[in-house]
Nanobody
Framework: QVQLVESGGGLVQAGGSLRLSCAAS????????MGWYRQAPGNERELVAE???????NYADSVKGRFTISRDNTKNTVFLQMNSLKPEDTAVYYC?????????WGLGTQVTVSS
């Protein structure tokens, strides 16, 4: 049974920082691209950042220079360090794992940035 469990969300003031974590189980973690997506009310879910199984990273233009994705393959965990947060970063953040054959989602964690 595959599980992706996010943690670390919360309420923060603009300019502050949060660190999200996603612990994965039931998959061969190192073989999967791990990503963070977000969805704000009324908006579609969008990619924030991803860390491929090959070691590459990709970021949405809106978070480049502020967010950093990392992964620890020994702990089956992916992180998202979010700095200089803005009110427009407010959303539910979802952990995602994907391979050429499978895709899984976590249940999400709320991030709220107050102005």
């Amino acid at each position: 049974q595959v599980q992706l469990v996010e943690s670390g969300g919360g309420l923060v003031q603009a300019g502050g920082s949060l660190r999200l974590s996603c612990a994965a189980s039931g998959i061969i973690f190192s073989s999967y691209t791990m990503g963070w997506y977000r969805q704000a009310p009324g908006n579609e879910r969008e990619l924030v950042a991803e860390f491929t199984s090959g070691g590459s990273t990709n970021y949405a233009d809106s978070v480049k220079g502020r967010f950093t994705i990392s992964r620890d393959n020994t702990k089956n965990t992916v992180f998202l360090q979010m700095n200089s947060l803005k009110p427009e970063d407010t959303a539910v953040y979802y952990c995602n794992s994907r391979s050429p054959w499978r895709m899984y989602w976590g249940l999400g964690t709320q991030v709220t940035v107050s102005s």
